[in-house]
C-alpha cells in the first residue's frame, strides 16, 4: 500500500504545519525520510503545497460534506480528507485512486474507524461537486484562497491591485538563479543549459539572474555542484545592485541566513573591504557557511542578536548595512502557501514592533555618508512605508534615496514589487543615507 503511506506522511506533514505551527519546509524534511523513493517524496511535496495553498476552499466544502466537525485529536483525518478533495480536484490522481489510497491512509495513522468516513466523504463529494464548486464561488475566502483578515488588508491597502494578488499567491512559482559572476557569464550558464536541453531565458531586471521554463532538480543542473549559480528569486536579487558598494567599503548582512544576498554582495563585490554575515539562528547560519563553501566565497560569519550591537559589534563602522528584515513574508505565499495557514495578525503587529527595533538598533552602526537599504518580503504597508516613515521621522540624519528603476512602483521612501509582477516575488526596497 504505498500510496497509501504516502498520504498518511503527508498527513503527518500537515498535522505538523498545521496543529505545532512548523515550517512546511522543515515538516517536510522531518516526516520524509532520505531513503524514501523519489515519486513518492514528488507525491508527498505536492499533496502538502497543493493543500496548503487550496486549503480555505477545501475546508469550505469539507465543512459542507460532514456531518458534525472532526474531534481536534482527529486533525490527522481532517487533513487526510483535504488531502481527498485536492487530488479529485487539482491533480491527475485517478478519482478511484484517490478514495481508495486516501481511506487506506487512514490504517497508517492509526484511525482505522476512519476509513469508512473518508471512503464515504469523498464519494459524496463527486457526487454533488457541481453544486459545492457553484456554493465556493459565493464565498470571498473559497473563492481567492487566502484568509479574510489577509484580503481586507490588501483590499485596503492595494485597492487596484488586490485580486492580482491574491491570484498571484495561488500560482506556482517559478525556478528563479542567479549566476555567480565569478564563476561563470549569464551567457556560458544559458548556452550549458541549452546544450542539456533545459529551456532558460535571461531575468527581465537583475543583471545575474535567469528563469528555467520549467522547475527541475536543482542538484540535477549542470554547474550547481561547481558553484556556478544559486536559486534566487530576481526580486532578492535586487538588494545588492541597490546596495552600491564600493572598493574597500565594510558591508553588514543583517538577518542574513541562508545567505543568498550575503552570496550575491560577494559575487558582485569582491574588492568590498569586509562582509560581515549575521543572524542569530545558529543552525541556519550553518547553511550560510554551506551555501558559501560551495560558491567559493568567504565571509565574516557571525551568530548573535542583530538588535542588541554591545553583544557583537567591534565597534567599527559600515559604510553600507542591508537589513534584509524579518517580516510576515506575505510577498512570497506562492512559494511558502503554509503562510496562509499560520500567519495571524498578531503576529504581523509583533513583526512590526521588531523591524523597528532592529532599525533603531543598526542605525549607530552606519558610518556618516553610508547607505542601509531596507529590504521585506512583505506587501503589507505597515512593515514597508509606514516603518520607513515612522523611522525616518525620530531620526533627522536619515535621509531616503528612492531607487530610481525599471521595476515595482513608488511606496513612500522606497518602491513595492508586488508578486508576479515581471514573474517576481512582492519584496520592498528602501534606501537610507545618514548625512
Known sequence: MAGATTRAAAAQVLVAVLRDQVHLGSALQRFVPEGFPARDTALVQELCYGVLRFRPRLEFWLARLLQRPLKAQDLDVHVLLLAGLYQLTETRVPSHAAVKETAEACRYVHKEWAVKLVNAVLRRFEREQESLRAACLQDAVARYLHPDWFMRKMQAQWPLHWQAILEAGNQRPPLSLRVNRRAATRAELLQAFAVAGIAAHACSFSADGMVLAKPLDVESLPGFATGKF?????????????????????????????????????????????????????????????????????????????????????????????????????????????????????????????????????????????????????????????????????????????????????????????????????????????S
Open 230 to 434: 544559486s536559486v534566487q528569486d530576481e526580486a532578492a536579487q535586487l538588494a545588492a545592485e541597490l546596495l552600491q558598494v564600493q572598493p574597500g567599503m565594510r558591508v553588514l548582512d543583517a538577518c542574513a541566513a541562508p545567505g543568498g544576498k550575503t552570496g550575491h554582495l560577494l559575487e558582485r563585490y569582491p574588492d568590498a573591504g569586509e562582509v560581515v554575515a549575521l543572524d542569530n539562528d545558529g543552525v541556519r547560519m550553518h547553511k550560510v557557511r554551506d551555501n558559501l563553501r560551495r560558491l567559493g566565497l568567504t565571509a565574516t560569519l557571525c551568530t548573535a542578536d542583530a538588535a542588541r550591537p554591545h553583544d557583537w559589534w567591534d565597534g567599527r563602522f559600515f559604510q553600507r548595512i542591508l537589513l534584509d528584515a524579518p517580516c510576515s513574508a506575505s510577498g512570497v505565499i506562492r512559494r511558502h502557501p503554509d503562510i496562509k495557514s499560520r500567519r495571524t495578525p498578531a503576529q504581523v503587529s509583533a513583526v512590526v514592533a521588531l523591524q523597528a527595533q532592529l532599525l533603531a538598533a543598526l542605525w549607530p552602526l552606519l558610518a556618516p555618508g553610508g547607505k542601509l537599504l531596507y529590504a521585506t518580503c512583505s506587501l503589507l504597508a505597515e512593515e514597508n512605508a509606514q516603518q520607513l516613515a515612522a523611522f525616518l521621522a525620530g531620526h533627522g540624519d536619515a535621509r531616503p534615496v528612492m531607487p530610481q528603476a525599471a521595476w515595482g512602483m513608488p511606496a513612500g521612501a522606497g518602491r513595492q514589487i508586488l508578486p508576479g509582477q515581471a514573474g517576481m516575488d512582492g519584496f520592498y526596497y528602501a534606501v537610507v543615507e545618514k
